[in-house]
């Protein structure tokens, strides 16, 4: 079972549709044992970065989700890829979940029109299992106004905005991030939610 957090912070109900849709048992939870027995763990999100992790720590799962993403597959999408990294720089800064090096900074394009919004293609730097089966010309669907700056050894995907964006990052171990979302990608989008399914052991 996929446990899909729900801390009050989350595009949670096109994620489960998506899962639904390829068949793959999850479940909407907010407590500690419900994501501490699950196989997998996603951690969705819209918003801002310091406002959803008040409300994860309010919710009282942040030492949850930093014990169970260091033995099982564990994906953010969106804000959720953004708070798995150290620090994020959204009205001041906030402590993130340090999951992977790095930090969460604003978008600044001047040429470009922020927030970030629209299909950008994939462009791989290093490989990881959720890109199995992803082509050289596949597009994400993507809406936000800060990225992640982390070393590139972190990084799987960017898209091109202005600069690298970092579009899908891991750590090497059991922790994913995807600030695009595949749950409006597409076909894309879905393979590569087939494939963190497929992580399950």
Known sequence: MIAIIDYGAGNIFSVKNALDYLGLESRLVSDKESVESADAVILPGVGAFPAA???LGKSGLVPTIKAEAAKKPFL?????MQLIFE???????TD???????SVIKMEEPDLIIP????????????????????????????????AECPDENISAY?????????????GEYVYGAQFHPEKSGDTGLKILRNFAGLIK
């Open 87 to 93: 620090k994020g720089y959204e009205f001041g800064e």
């Open 53 to 55: 992790m008040e409300m």
């Open 96 to 102: 993130g979940l340090g999951l992977i090096k790095g």
């Open 76 to 80: 953010g999408i969106c804000l959720g």
């Open 159 to 171: 898209s091109e905005y202005g600069g690298r964006v970092p579009a899908l990052v891991f750590n």
């Open 116 to 147: 970030h919004m629209g299909w950008n293609k994939l462009e791989k730097l290093n490989d990881c299992p959720l890109l199995a089966g992803i082509g050289d010309d596949e597009y994400v669907y993507f809406v936000h106004s800060y990225k």
